[in-house]
């Protein structure tokens, strides 16, 4: 009885892992592993297994800012079954991470981007046992050739960060609920109207779209937007950026 109690509390009761056959992916990339789960003291009802994508977003208010979890996206690995006490299963995975996933993976020190898989057992009237591993997410190649072009014509990469909301763009609006922000800064005067670009990338199959945020000195802040192929290469996306900027 104590260790039913027990269980529902955490104590004593089942507990999952998550194996990843890389820490290493792309937005809107393959992530496939297995999950561990090994039983607690007591029989226990297992409703799901649940894989959730998740980011750390700023959400703007008028007095402060707050960092929130958000959730990209998520999963369900397997239909309800019963775990025997001690009893070890194992649950292969696989599935296709949202193309507007954060890019995490940036040369930079004020980099605030975080993106993890939690992983977690549904047990009826119990604190569900969970697990979480955090990803690596790389710039697609059309992402990198952006930030190198940026580079090349005079801007350096200071910030990155994830911001509550959504991206409206000619043409093209995203879909996860939030979105991510790369600030740029010039590096000498060649650029000296413009104080900072922002650049947000939204995937959508084989086009990418990017929001442009340019904040021009005695002009304020304005928007452009365009669209590239997603296998575009790095002349393409350089003559794209100077048609703007």
Excluded at 10 to 38: C, H, M, N
Excluded at 155 to 179: H, I, M, P, T, W
Aim: net charge negative; with cysteine; charged share 25%.
């Amino acid at each position: 009885m104590f260790k039913k109690i027990f269980a529902k509390m955490g104590f004593g009761s089942a507990k999952v892992d998550a194996i990843l056959t890389t820490d290493q992916f792309y937005p809107g990339g393959t992530v496939a592993g297995r999950i561990e789960i090994k039983g607690g003291d007591v029989e226990q009802e297992i409703s799901a297994i649940n894989l959730k994508l998740k980011t750390v977003a700023k959400q703007e208010g008028e007095d402060i800012d707050a960092n929130l979890t958000h959730t990209l996206d998520e999963y369900a690995i397997c239909e309800a079954f019963t775990l025997k006490p001690g009893a070890e299963e194992s649950v292969e995975f696989a599935f296709e991470l949202h193309p507007e996933t954060p890019v995490t993976v940036l040369d930079i020190s004020d980099n605030r981007c975080k993106v993890w898989l939690e992983t977690s057992l549904d047990i009826d009237n119990a604190i569900d046992p969970k697990d979480r591993d955090y990803l690596h997410i790389h710039p697609s190649p059309v992402i990198a050739a952006f930030i190198d072009a940026m580079h090349q014509n005079g801007f350096r990469l200071v910030k990155a960060d994830v911001e509550k909301g959504f991206l409206n763009g000619n043409g093209f609006e995203s879909v996860s609920g939030c979105y991510q922000e790369l600030e740029f800064k010039p590096t000498g005067f060649g650029f000296s109207s413009i104080e900072e670009v922002e650049l947000s990338f939204v995937i959508q199959g084989d086009v990418t779209h990017v929001l442009i945020e340019l904040d021009r000195r005695f002009a304020g802040d304005g928007y452009r937007s365009l669209t590239v192929p997603s296998n575009a290469d790095y002349q393409e996306v350089e003559a794209a950026l100077k048609s703007i900027i």
